[in-house]
């Protein structure tokens, strides 16, 4: 089966900007998580969507949003982009919140 | 606040060698995840490990937890240089969000 699949891996921007990523989880599962990777603060938790509703939200500003869609697939929005949101992104599906969790290959973001 | 502690941040083995690698935690979990990075790409899903196991198995590799002292171990037998990659646990807090431990880098050396 097809894996977790983000969209577009690679994106650079510049300071100011928005941008918006794309995740397409695994065919079934409804839950959808986000999390971004920085060499500095490692792997930190954005969001997480079931069945369209935000279950839970990280310690991130405003400027970061997210949505999930009826056919759960989900989108972040990053607006106003600052050069520390530099980072990978990385989105994860699955089936329950208890149950495997299998992420996508991430959309490495540069803003300059 | 990342709740995983991982220890050794690196470490570094001959080909044939075992890795152990240790995850810490601070709260209680319903289950535990091994996860595979290669080179800053995405998670590679290696092990589920649920509060209620004391130890899996998949492969070449070998889980154990124990909850008394919130720690878990993932052991690598018979390395390979392809196993060469970042390892990361990752616990859930109860609500719907996993915190990833800081990760151990694994070099295997050929």
């Known amino acids: 089966k097809a894996g977790v699949t983000q969209t577009p891996r690679y994106l650079i921007k510049t300071r100011g900007q928005q941008v918006t990523l794309s995740c397409s989880p695994i065919?079934?599962?409804?839950?959808v998580s986000w999390y971004q990777q920085t060499p500095g603060q490692g792997l930190q938790f954005l969001f997480e969507y079931f069945s369209e509703t935000q279950r839970n939200k990280g310690n991130f500003p405003g400027r970061f949003s997210g949505r999930q869609f009826s056919n759960s697939r989900s989108e972040m929005n990053v607006s106003t982009l600052e050069l520390g949101d530099s980072a990978l992104y990385l989105c994860a599906s699955s089936l329950a919140y208890t149950g495997t969790v299998e992420f996508g290959s991430g959309t490495r973001l540069t803003v300059v | 606040s990342q709740q995983g502690e991982e220890d050794p941040q690196a470490l570094s083995i001959q080909e044939g060698e075992n890795a152990t690698m240790n995850c810490s935690y601070k709260?209680?979990?319903?289950?535990l995840q091994w996860y595979r990075q290669n080179s800053g790409r995405g998670l590679v899903h290696l092990i589920l490990?649920?509060?209620?196991?004391r130890e899996k198995h998949s492969g070449r590799l070998r889980v154990t937890l124990d909850t008394s002292k919130k720690s878990s171990s993932l052991l690598i037998t018979a390395s390979r240089a392809a196993d060469t990659a970042s390892y990361f646990c990752a616990t859930d807090e109860g609500t719907y969000k996993y915190i990833f431990g800081t990760g151990t880098r694994l070099k295997v050396l050929a």
């Open positions: 709260t209680s979990i319903n289950n």
């Open positions: 065919s079934g599962h409804r839950s």
């Open positions: 490990i649920r509060s209620n196991e």
